[in-house]
């Protein structure tokens, strides 16, 4: 199939938040032949991957009688596969197939994967653009590529794949799709076809994984209560500046300052749920288009003159943000409770005063209950496509299914048993070289190099494993309190863009977005005067922003109907 260049949507700066992971130093790509002998890891244990996994196979080859895939299959087939180089191992490893999960992974398909890394999400982008694709890649298309999934399946990018295909060459996958209407329906185009091999959660469990979090010490030597209001939030930032010295009460870099308000924790006291696009009763709202979200830049930029917030927020990174966070010099943030807080609790494991707590997304009445929240969709977007490059897309799918067996599962949530986990009244637990490693790792190192749970894969993440990944009693609070919202009845699902709409919606997405982003930095620095703001808004209508708007709502009109 002929390939054309195509418009991808170069990320703006993205929260670790959905992500969890950073960008490698390593750079260019490393191919593995067959999995080398075993060794010890940097994680401070001997692998023995004969021994280890020999009952996993037992197992696997069992349930092919169900099945029909028996692995390891047969005559170690090659497969390559374009993955982001991850900086919780890269330290340590120079290829996804040196890790312990490779080597394992390896040897329970039966498969010799040829990694293809890149070091960061542009450099993926330039990747697909030029056409120049292994079999496989694992990639947030969802939301880093211009008219999403199915604009890169009709890009000549990635392969839809039909019912019938899945059945045959991916049994296991298709039963969990059957078992599962809800990712089926995100992950089906309106011609039938199924785009990728999903990252999806487990249903039954919290599904927010960042939050707003403040310095609860702070509060209490203020004598205040944690803030659940834009006035009390703003009154705690005040206090931490001019009663406690902190140079910047609120640490917020551009790309985590328009994900708090994506997630509506800065937004809902101002009659505006999301700055995104959210749905009420089956109408698609974008949140950045509402008169309403005046009010919100009037109080950032009001934060912002104060000197509440960073003056240099627009070019802050990740760094600088915990530096201030860890050092007293900022007392509040937004980001994931995993690799953000948890650091921040870690590295201040011994400083008896320093204390972290999640709050609520801000509300409009104290005592009110939030309307939305940070709440990943069951499909999470992080998904692993077949390329149109791939020249046997059967064995590719087979590679695929493995993740959606009993012992794929085990393997990409959990790891090695009797290494990162062992099975406890019948329920796998984390062992000690993960939640107290002997070599200081910290548990997402150490489960960056066994699993993928940590991060993404096509597979189903257990429902057990945050509960156990969050090893500090803030975590663990913040994860039940990202729950207690009502974002199910306001988030827009994971909708596919009609083919007929799909050049017209990546022309838009982009244009207005880089406006929305721009002009809106603009009134928080008050670059631009409030007093603008109605001319913002007739310029993203004129922009095409009401069509815009009409693509959303026929996708969401599609997706209820199918």
């Known amino acids: 199939m002929n390939k054309r260049i195509v418009s991808i949507a170069l990320a703006a700066a993205m929260t670790s938040a ?19 002998p075993p060794q010890t890891t ?25 099945t029909g895939i028996s692995y390891p299959v047969e005559g170690s087939p090659a497969i390559s596969w374009g993955l982001l180089r991850k900086s919780q191992w890269s330290d340590r490893y120079d290829s996804f197939t040196d890790l312990p999960l490779g080597k394992a992974l390896q040897e329970q398909t039966g498969y010799t ?26 990639y947030y298309l969802m939301s880093q590529y211009n008219g999403k999934e199915a604009q890169a399946v009709k890009d000549g990018i990635i392969m839809g794949m039909t019912p019938e295909f899945l059945q045959e060459n991916a049994p296991d996958y298709w039963a969990y799709l059957e078992a599962n209407e809800d990712v089926k329906r995100a992950l089906l185009t309106n011609d039938g076809e199924i785009v990728a091999f999903a990252f999806v959660r487990e249903p039954g469990v919290s599904r927010s994984v960042q939050t707003l979090m403040v310095r609860d010490d702070w509060c209490e030597e203020l004598g205040i209560e944690l803030p659940e209001t834009a006035d009390e939030f703003y009154a705690m930032l005040k206090g931490f500046k001019e009663q406690l010295g902190a140079e910047v009460p609120l640490a917020l870099p551009t790309g985590h300052l328009q994900s708090a308000l994506n997630n509506g924790f800065l937004t809902q006291p101002f009659g505006v749920l999301s700055r995104d696009k ?30 509440l917030m960073d003056p240099n927020f627009t070019t802050m990174d990740g760094d600088t943000l915990t530096a201030y966070m860890l050092s007293g010099d900022s007392g509040a943030t937004a980001g994931p409770i995993g690799s953000m807080m948890g650091t921040y609790l870690n590295t201040n494991a011994d400083n008896e005063n320093y ?25 999470i977007g992080a998904n692993a496509y077949i390329t149109m490059n791939c020249k046997d897309p059967a064995a590719a799918a087979r590679f695929l299914n493995y993740g959606y067996t009993d012992e794929g599962k085990k393997l990409y949530n959990w790891g090695i048993e009797g290494v990162t986990y062992n099975m406890v009244d019948g329920q796998p637990v984390l062992s000690d070289l993960v939640t107290n490693n002997p070599d200081g790792l910290t548990t997402t190192q150490v489960l960056a190099e066994y699993t993928l749970s940590w991060d993404s894969g096509p597979f189903e993440i257990s429902k057990d494993i945050n509960a156990q990944y969050y090893i500090w009693p803030e975590q663990k609070e913040a994860y039940e309190i990202g729950g207690e919202t009502d974002a199910a009845l306001y988030k827009m699902p994971d909708t596919t863009i009609a083919e007929e709409d799909a050049d017209e919606y990546s022309r838009l ?13 603009k009134f928080i620095r008050g670059e631009m005067s ?15 922003g009401s069509r815009l708007l009409e693509i959303e709502q026929n996708a969401l009109d599609a997706y209820n109907s199918k």
């Open 509 to 521: 997405t982009s244009e207005i977005n880089t406006y929305r982003d721009e002009t809106e930095i």
């Open 278 to 307: 959210y749905q009420v009763d089956g109408k698609v709202i974008f949140g950045y288009m509402q008169p309403e979200y005046k009010d919100v830049l009037a109080w950032l930029n009001k934060l912002y003159e104060e000197g």
């Open 18 to 36: 959905l992500f969890l992971s950073g960008c490698g130093s390593d750079s260019g790509s490393t191919t593995a032949t067959t999995a080398p």
């Open 355 to 379: 204390s972290l707590a999640a709050i609520k997304p801000l509300v409009a009445n104290k005592g009110d209950r939030p309307k939305f929240g940070h709440m990943q969709n069951l499909n």
């Open 113 to 138: 994967i040829e990694a293809v890394h890149v070091d960061n999400n542009q450099a993926m982008n330039l990747m697909i653009a030029s056409g120049d694709l292994p079999d496989i890649i694992s």
């Open 530 to 544: 409030l007093d603008q703001f109605d001319e913002y808004l007739a310029t993203l209508d004129r922009m095409g």
């Open 42 to 66: 940097a994680a401070g244990k001997t692998e023995s991957a004969a021994a280890e996994t020999a009952a996993q196979t037992e197992d696997t080859q069992a349930a092919a009688e169900q």
